[in-house]
């Protein structure tokens, strides 16, 4: 299994590998996964270079494990089958975390997966700054510091009303995106789109509140709705750190324990 994800990685690796000029620093990636693919893996991004994200990925994969993938400026997934014995497996490169993760689910149940889930996913920074997205990843890698640190100043006062742009990682292993709308006052209005697992299109609307507190936003829901679907939604709780004036970044802290990684950037 492993040769063959070698095979196309070492084709996508050669298109993705672009040439960047020195103001892009920190702008490399790697996914290393081990020979179960996926049972094991290191997901790197935001590194000076290709050897420190290849160290890196493979520092956190462990032993018996490959790199099978590197990506420069830009977002990437990596998406794997949990159903027992399935070799199905997917991946992603593109301008957003929401694209790239549907890609790499789509590619995955394409290749026969049943139970897909992104098993992790990035974008460098020259990517976070231009296209109003930023890294995160699931909870098998948190701690990478190079991946989670925000480098700029946050404001000393800061505006949530207005339009946002809302790109969440749940557990589940699929993304939500959506739009965030706060009005004067702390009151607003969040629409989440998402696919489950099993190809399931939703969409969810709810009430927000929203505090400034420093240099943290919480973002508290209530009253979820569905527009599209049904279901039993927990109101979202993202509570977020003020990385720059257009650009929030945290986790969902709601009552069910979903977890994930949250990004929220000015329209």
């Known amino acids: 299994m492993i040769s063959i ?3 196309a990685a070492a084709r996508l690796a050669f298109a993705l590998l672009l040439a960047l000029s020195g103001a892009q620093a920190m702008a490399a990636g790697s996914l290393a996964i081990d020979t179960l693919q996926g049972e094991k893996y290191g997901f790197s991004f935001n590194h000076p270079s290709v050897d420190q ?5 493979m520092r956190e994969c462990g ?4 790199v099978v993938m590197r990506f420069r400026a830009e977002c990437a997934a990596y998406a794997a089958d949990q159903a027992r014995g399935s070799n ?3 991946w992603g490169t593109g301008a957003t975390s929401g694209s790239v993760q549907q890609r790499a689910l789509s590619e995955c149940r394409a290749k026969g997966g049943s139970s897909c889930k992104v098993r992790a996913w990035g974008c460098d920074a020259a ?6 997205d930023a890294p995160a990843r699931d909870n098998n890698n948190a701690g990478n510091n190079n991946n989670s640190r925000s480098r700029d100043a946050a404001p000393s006062e800061f ?5 946002w742009l809302v790109d969440y990682a749940g557990s589940a292993g699929f993304p ?12 607003g209005v969040m629409v989440l789109e998402f696919t489950n697992n099993q190809g399931i299109s939703k969409k969810v609307r709810q009430d927000v509140s929203v505090s400034v507190r420093g240099n943290t936003v919480v973002v508290q829901g209530s009253n979820p709705v569905y527009l599209q679907g049904s279901g039993n939604y927990s109101p979202d709780t993202y509570t977020l750190t003020i990385a720059s004036n257009n650009l929030l970044r945290g986790t969902n802290n709601d009552t069910s324990g979903a977890g994930g990684g949250v990004v929220i950037s000015r329209r």
Request: glycine fraction near 14%; include cysteine.
């Open 63 to 66: 032993n018996d494990c490959s």
């Open 5 to 7: 994800i070698k095979t």
């Open 53 to 57: 994200a290849d160290a890196r990925a």
């Open 88 to 90: 199905a497996y997917g």
């Open 176 to 187: 939500y995106n959506g739009t965030l709308r706060v009005q004067a006052g702390g009151r």
């Open 159 to 163: 505006q949530m009303q207005g339009d």
């Open 127 to 132: 990517v976070a700054s231009s296209a109003q």
